[in-house]
Every structure is written in C-alpha cells, then in structure tokens.
Nanobody, 118 residues
C-alpha cells in the first residue's frame, strides 16, 4: 500500500522561500505522476504542480516561474521548491500520486501547512 508523507511547511514572510518534501513508500515511480496540490479553508483543492517519472512537469499559472517540482528516484522523494511566496499561497499543501493514464490521484499525504505573512 502506497504512503506519502509531506514535510517542510511553515510560516514565512512574503517574498521568502520554502521547500516541501514528500517521502514515498510502497510506490513504484515508473509510470506515475506525482503532484502537489493545495487547499485553503473554504476553497477548492487545486493542482499546483505535477511531474512524471520521465521528468515532464506542469504548473498552475499562478505559480509558474516561482515554484519548481522535482523528483529524486534514489531517495523516493518529491520536492516542491517555492520561491517569491505570496500571501495567496497560504494553504495546506498535499502530495499525491496517480498512474500516468489515470484520471484521479489515488494516494495522498496528510498535508503540510504553508502560511505566508504580509
């Protein structure tokens, strides 16, 4: 059974940076897409960034140029480097995984809180 555990969230000032980490276990990276999502209270969860096992990436328009998603196969880790943070980035961030041809992400981490102060 796959398991994802996020870490690295915290409180930062606007313009600052954070790096989120996602430790994966029981998941084979080949043929998978790893994604970072976020959800603020009262708002819908949104996909922030995704990365395939081949290294292809995609980003929400709101974070392009500021966030970078990456994978480390040797360590079974997925990262989200967040730079130039804005107050509107405040949310709980979740790591998730799906098959490359699946329509939905089927494994989720517990989430890590990111708060950006102004």
């Amino acid at each position: 059974q796959g398991q994802l555990v996020e870490s690295g969230g915290g409180l930062v000032q606007a313009g600052g940076s954070l790096r989120l980490s996602c430790a994966a276990s029981g998941i084979i990276f080949r043929g998978t897409v790893m994604g970072w999502h976020r959800q603020a209270p009262g708002k819908q969860r949104e996909l922030v960034a995704g990365i395939t096992s081949g290294g292809s990436t995609n980003y929400a328009d709101s974070v392009k140029g500021r966030f970078t998603i990456s994978r480390d196969f040797a360590k079974n880790m997925v990262y989200l480097q967040m730079d130039s943070l804005k107050p509107e980035d405040t949310a709980v961030y979740y790591c998730a995984v799906r098959g490359v041809r699946a329509s939905d992400y089927n494994y989720w981490g517990q989430g890590t809180q990111v708060t950006v102060s102004s």
